[in-house]
T-cell receptor
Framework: GENVEQHPSTLSVQEGDSAVIKCTYS??????FPWYKQELGKGPQLIID?????GEKKDQRIAVTLNKTAKHFSLHITETQPEDSAVYFC?????????????FGTGTRLKVLA | SQTIHQWPATLVQPVGSPLSLECTVE??????LYWYRQAAGRGLQLLFY??????ISSEVPQNLSASRPQDRQFILSSKKLLLSDSGFYLC????????????FGQGTRLTVV
């Protein structure tokens, strides 16, 4: 089955700097890659996603890149702000046994230092 | 618009007691439903998923079970809780037959004492 690895597990950056979180996946059939942000005590919320027919997608300060050949994708946050501090999860999704299932990475705790 | 409700928000239960967590979705039909568990400092582990009423698939063997008595209702249960069942439980839904975004509830913090 699918396996998703995520690095780093914790990341501290100064406000205004960029943050990069990387994920690798194992199942070449995975074709949808969402990124979620989870604030303390809450459920994860989608911040950006990318499909396998696209190499890069950007939404304001957030961008995601996908390298299908290498089976890795990354989240880039520019001009970080204190409110970006949260846990970020990547996921890979593919059709398995007739349904789509997410497999999540283990999460990255991002701290933006003011 | 679609919304997902999950309750209770927090729960403290003694070892050996039963468990019932409920999740309901509004504003959509025939969603795919999921239960995840998040242990402290760890990622999201898929426990169960359902593509329709009465259809439950289990991802990992454990002390828990799930049921879907109605199209938009998903229940996580246990007959006898273990200490290791403590964690943050999340319910989620996605459009059926679509590889798209999943929407999560606010979670239930379960502490087994």
């Amino acid at each position: 089955g699918e396996n998703v690895e995520q690095h780093p597990s914790t990341l501290s950056v100064q406000e205004g700097d960029s943050a990069v979180i990387k994920c690798t996946y194992s199942d070449s059939a995975s074709n949808y890659f969402p990124w979620y942000k989870q604030e303390l005590g809450k459920g994860p919320q989608l911040i950006i996603d990318i499909r396998s027919n696209v190499g890069e997608k950007k939404d304001q300060r957030i961008a995601v890149t996908l390298n299908k050949t290498a089976k890795h994708f990354s989240l880039h946050i520019t001009e970080t702000q204190p409110e970006d501090s949260a846990v970020y999860f990547c996921a890979a999704s593919s059709l398995t046994s007739g349904t789509y299932k997410y497999i999540f990475g283990t999460g990255t705790r991002l701290k933006v230092l003011a | 618009s679609q919304t997902i409700h999950q309750w209770p928000a927090t729960l403290v239960q003694p070892v050996g007691s039963p468990l019932s967590l409920e999740c309901t979705v509004e504003g959509t039909s025939n969603p795919n439903l999921y239960w995840y568990r998040q242990a402290a400092g760890r990622g999201l582990q898929l426990l169960f998923y359902s593509v329709g009423i009465g259809q439950i698939s289990s991802e990992v063997p454990q002390n828990l079970s799930a049921s879907r008595p109605q199209d938009r209702q998903f229940i996580l249960s246990s007959k006898k809780l273990l200490l290791s069942d403590s964690g943050f439980y999340l319910c989620a839904w996605r459009l059926g037959r679509a590889n798209t975004e999943a929407f999560f509830g606010q979670g239930t913090r379960l502490t087994v004492v």
